[in-house]
């Protein structure tokens, strides 16, 4: 007497199950990292829109703009003075770093906690990490390259960070 089998049997679904389970969890946790790394890119368009208006200023005047915090209007640096949902205003530090901070009231804070600081800070371009440093009455130094990695003062976990700040 043969009989025919119609269906699963409970072990061939307890291993899609456990195939499934070990596929999300390495798929969320990256999913999320991929998630986090996209939002803090939005921090590097800030800071880059910014840079562009400094490195601009620096090569005009030779000089950096005025120090100011994040959403202070000053007028002198040309960058943005309002908030995103996800990032702070830039704020222009000494010697030329732009400085974005992830917004406490957006999505990105709680992924990143403290470590939420993004420097782009000007570079010579020929000895690493070497900042930009205007001497008055001389000649003004170049802008080679900028650096927002840990020596800039980042302290977002590198993982992060996109390619060109690792």
Known sequence: MKTIQKGFTLIELMIVVAIIAILAAIAIPAYQDFATR???SEMMVVASACK???AEFYADKGRWPAV?????LNGEDGCSTSNTSKVLAPAILASGVVEVDANPLGPLAPKLGAASLLHMAPSDGVTPGTLV???PGTATEAIGEWICDATAGT????KFLPAQCR
């Open 38 to 40: 996209s939002q803090v």
């Open 52 to 54: 562009n208006n400094i």
């Open 68 to 72: 100011r915090a994040t959403g202070v």
């Open 133 to 135: 440093t205007p001497i």
């Open 155 to 158: 302290t977002i976990l590198t």
